[in-house]
DNA sequence: AATAACTTTCAATTATTTTTGAAAGTTTAA
DNA sequence: TTAAACTTTCAAAAATAATTGAAAGTTATT
């Protein structure tokens, strides 16, 4: 396979990724295409290089530097904007785990909280209720307190071994 | 807040919750539906309940079995179906986990080793290429791994200490 | 202050995904 | 074996999400 080919290739299968997880196509491409690139890149290179219109390349770029993880930058003697990524796949997984979890797993937390707490009469459908969906806020507290501090696990030395045990 | 609006808004939260991780709303909406349901449910009821139709019910209803969290139940007697969701939440995660992963992340990552193994020529742009992907290989295969492992790790009581450790 | 070089915005269009509902399929009971 | 009680399938419709492109906005240069 050429380099080409390999570029593209990657590019396209991030993209598909992202849009499995809730990501949009162009927003992972386009990050996908900055990680790869040892320089920062034009929005008019952008759009070239992915055949997507101005407006799609701006918006999504404007996505991409909210979540953290796309940069502008800024070539002495040149007029137009440079972008680059977040090449540091750890700062770039804390980043996004960050942020998706402000976005969506508080305020889930916030409604699961709430209707976890009615009072429940003494039907078991209710007590079932409050039960199941105690269960759940705890659990998701949990995931969500532990996706944050897995970077930091990882790279911890106790982490390392308890991982090695764990095989 | 009473019983049949907490409800209903736990629904409905799920379900939103769901569709930004790349699940359909209502697969997540008949999932939440049936987690909270201390009894199984019909196919009638739950068209009743989140006003779907017939066939949306029973395409959801068979993606949710597929993905082994939502099984079918026969009372004696009734001639129809009756559906329960995996209620462990342990469980719920090791099962949405190993299937994200077979149908996500395994295929992403035969792709990235696939493209991080070009020979790369001397110009830097496919040197960069080929570090940044062999990174990202690396780095994948381990979240992945991680993933797998959480529950397990969760449950473990080193884990826990070193989760206290980390506060 | 006028112009050129660029970026952003957003209403309209296009593409994608989800949902519907009725016909076809299946199973059980009489 | 027929009919009733269900479930599944899938083409068409509806809903949702992404994309375009041109006008408006911004900033730097002369």
Same mark, same amino acid.
Do not use: C
């Given at each position: 396979?050429? #380099?080409?080919?390999a570029k593209n290739k990657f590019v396209q299968t991030w993209g598909a990724l992202g849009s499995q997880w809730g990501i949009n196509k162009t927003m992972a491409q386009i990050h996908a295409l900055l990680m790869v690139?040892?320089? *920062? +890149? @034009?929005?008019?290179?952008i $759009?070239?290089e992915l055949q997507i @219109?101005?407006?799609n390349a @701006?918006?999504n770029l404007?996505a991409l530097?909210?979540?953290?993880i796309v940069? /502008?930058?800024?070539? *002495?003697?040149?007029?137009?904007? #440079?972008? !680059?990524a977040?090449?540091?796949?750890?700062?770039? *997984? =804390?980043? %996004?785990? &960050?942020? &998706?979890? /402000?976005?969506? %797993?508080?305020?889930?937390?916030?409604?699961?909280?709430?209707? @976890? !707490?009615?009072? *429940?009469?003494?039907?078991?459908?209710?007590?079932? #209720? =409050?039960?199941? !969906?105690? /269960?759940?806020?705890?659990? =998701?507290?949990?995931?969500?307190?532990?996706?944050?501090?897995? !970077?930091? #696990?990882?790279?911890?030395?106790?982490? &390392?071994? +308890?991982?090695? %045990? $764990?095989?």
């Amino acid at each position: 396979m050429e #380099f080409k080919e390999a570029k593209n290739k990657f590019v396209q299968t991030w993209g598909a990724l992202g849009s499995q997880w809730g990501i949009n196509k162009t927003m992972a491409q386009i990050h996908a295409l900055l990680m790869v690139s040892n320089e *920062a +890149v @034009s929005m008019e290179d952008i $759009m070239e290089e992915l055949q997507i @219109s101005r407006g799609n390349a @701006s918006m999504n770029l404007r996505a991409l530097m909210d979540w953290g993880i796309v940069y /502008k930058e800024y070539k *002495a003697g040149e007029r137009k904007e #440079f972008f !680059t990524a977040e090449k540091d796949l750890d700062e770039l *997984a =804390v980043k %996004i785990s &960050r942020e &998706r979890s /402000k976005r969506e %797993i508080k305020p889930a937390l916030k409604i699961l909280k709430e209707v @976890s !707490t009615i009072e *429940a009469k003494d039907s078991a459908e209710e007590k079932h #209720f =409050v039960d199941q !969906t105690s /269960k759940l806020y705890d659990f =998701v507290l949990k995931a969500d307190n532990m996706l944050d501090k897995m !970077t930091e #696990f990882n790279e911890n030395w106790l982490g &390392r071994l +308890v991982m090695k %045990i $764990m095989k």
